[in-house]
């Protein structure tokens, strides 16, 4: 007898990722599995009684988004906090930091978020002189959207105990003034940490990227104030249409709290974690930590598989790692956060155990320590299929470019990041990266013209989560000079790179990214044909429907 389908989603422009079957009209579904994808008329044969229909009024119907870069307890705690997001200038800032500091008498430290490092004009720095200005007596802070630097107040550098400096660790940096006092910027999470530790969560949330570690001492009040903050983020997630994510916090607090609401109410989105490996942790970790996670957190909806590291900072704070000086600063090049032999140990160790490495690397020079490192593990242990990463690339040496097809490394990228992409101003990166690297910076053609595979993902909450704003900011994305080329994607890859190519990568291919009979039932209903919208409206472009291991996650 026919299998009855649980749902049918007619009426629609199915682009499955299935190179077998690329387009359709009509999905069913049974139980958490795709039953089949066809025209109407074939899934109507699988319609009974009991079966829901959903009509997509013409509109795409894809594979759940699968976000492959992003960190999900910062993202979902920083929905509580005040977004500078495209805000220029003083009188702004102080008009949102003394309203949000009205609304929220009770917070003993004030966190904002997205204050671009052009926040007062192009060649002012926000310093903790100017936040006194407006707030002398709370404690503030402000991130830049990267995360990487942040700026206190003189109260809040009090309050941390870094008023007159400390010494943070390579690659962090408490900036000092000619005063001879702390001047408010914090360079890396070192220097941030003894600030935002008097956030109502403790800072919490930042420590599986800040130290890979785990809260000490924290009360069944605060974590079920902390899951309640996830379950708040989870829920956003799915609102946009996400259905996979593969959140970069190695942290086993995290983890943790995703089971426990996994055996409780259920995950809304499929999560994969990895164990975050830090300069001053010993080899063993990896085989003692990271390889005891993949054992105990192992299944289809939550998964810890993976090792996680970051070799340089960002650009704009000098702590991005280049083969050549910065131009605006000759002698700077940054310093790297793992010796090369180091790192090379690293890779070679997680690699033997069967482990898939990802490392930040934002400047040339730190893109080419990874994959020296890849390329030490290959000689050590043999070639496998690794699907190692390197996340963000954001400049990579053009001698450097056909080595990830070689090394069968995968380029993970953001198309939020670019200057001049989400609201991001061109300066100072342009001017510190100088105009000899543009043609290598942000260089997602000239990668996958090269051989290397792509994902795409956000890196939220650096970035709006939102996947139809990402692919818009793809697709619409304009070169930096006249002349230069033209590094987007087509549609359709960078559909893959958001969908299929996140499934690859997490070694899921076999059951999903795809919308394929017996796969799992993972798919995005949106409001419109994005074949047929303008690219710079394809952010306007909604989901309606999110299905999620074959539940109803989201329904506008």
């Not at 990267?146 to 400096?165: F, P, Q, R, S, V």
């Not at 510190?432 to 909450?461: M, N, Q």
């Not at 949106?526 to 074949?531: F, G, P, Q, R, T």
Request: a negative charge; one cysteine or more.
């Amino acid at each position: 007898m026919q299998t009855e389908a649980s749902f049918i989603i007619r009426n629609a422009r199915v682009l499955t990722m299935d190179e077998a079957n690329p387009r359709a009209s009509a999905v069913a579904v049974a139980g958490n599995r795709i039953l089949a994808v066809g025209s109407e008329a074939q899934i109507d044969a699988f319609s009974g009684p009991d079966t829901h229909v959903i009509d997509a009024k013409g509109a795409t119907v894809l594979p759940g988004f699968n976000e492959a870069h992003m960190h999900i307890f910062g993202g979902s705690a920083e929905l509580r906090e005040l977004s500078l997001y495209g805000m220029k200038g003083f009188d702004a800032l102080d008009k949102a930091l003394k309203t949000y500091a009205a609304d929220y008498p009770e917070r003993q430290l004030l966190i904002a978020q997205h204050a671009d490092y052009t926040i007062l004009s192009d060649d002012e720095r926000v310093t903790r002189h100017h936040l006194d200005r407006i707030l002398p007596d709370r404690a503030v802070l402000i991130f830049a959207p990267d995360h990487h630097t942040a700026w206190a107040n003189t109260l809040a550098l009090k309050m941390g105990g870094i008023l007159e400096g400390r010494d943070v660790g390579v690659g962090n940096e408490i900036v000092m003034g000619d005063d001879g006092l702390a001047n408010g910027e914090l360079r890396e999470s070192n220097a941030i940490r003894p600030v935002s530790a008097l956030s109502e969560t403790g800072g919490r949330e930042m420590l599986g990227v800040g130290t890979g570690g785990d809260p000490e001492h924290v009360t069944a009040e605060q974590r079920a104030g902390d899951i309640e903050i996830l379950k708040e983020g989870l829920a956003y997630v799915a609102s946009l249409g996400i259905t996979s994510v593969q959140n970069m916090d190695g942290s086993l607090y995290q983890l943790e709290m995703l089971d426990e609401i996994e055996k409780t109410v259920g995950l809304p989105v499929r999560m994969r974690m990895p164990f975050h490996m830090k300069n001053f942790m010993p080899l063993s970790d990896i085989e003692t930590k990271a390889a005891a996670w993949r054992d105990r957190f192992n299944s289809d909806r939550l998964r810890s598989d993976f090792v996680k590291l970051f070799m340089d900072g960002v650009t704009e704070s000098g702590t991005a790692v280049f083969v050549d000086d910065y131009c605006h600063q000759p002698g700077l090049k940054g310093d790297p956060l793992f010796s090369q032999e180091h790192f090379n140990d690293v890779a070679i160790t997680a690699d033997k155990l069967g482990l898939p490495v990802a490392v930040h690397a934002i400047g040339d020079g730190a893109v080419r320590m990874v994959l020296n490192g890849y390329e030490a593990a290959i000689k050590a242990n043999g070639k496998r299929d690794s699907r190692n990463r390197i996340e963000h690339i954001e400049v990579v040496h053009p001698d450097d470019i056909k080595r990830f097809k070689e090394l069968g490394t995968v380029a993970s990228m953001q198309p939020t990041h670019p200057p001049g992409s989400a609201g991001l101003p061109l300066e100072p990166y342009l001017s510190y990266i100088g105009e000899d690297r543009w043609p290598y910076a942000f260089a997602w053609r000239t990668l996958v013209d090269a051989g290397a595979p792509i994902v795409f993902a956000t890196d939220w909450p650096v970035s709006p989560l939102d996947p139809m704003n990402c692919i818009q900011c793809a697709m619409s994305r304009e070169v930096w000079k006249e002349g230069m080329k033209d590094e987007r994607l087509s549609l359709h890859e960078t559909l893959a790179a958001y969908t299929k190519n996140g499934a690859w990568v997490e070694f899921m291919e076999d059951r999903k990214g795809v919308l394929k009979p017996g796969y799992l039932a993972d798919i995005v209903v949106l409001n419109a044909d994005v074949e047929a919208t303008d690219f710079t409206k394809l952010a306007t472009v909604r989901p309606v429907t999110t299905v999620c291991d074959g539940k109803v996650t989201y329904q506008a």
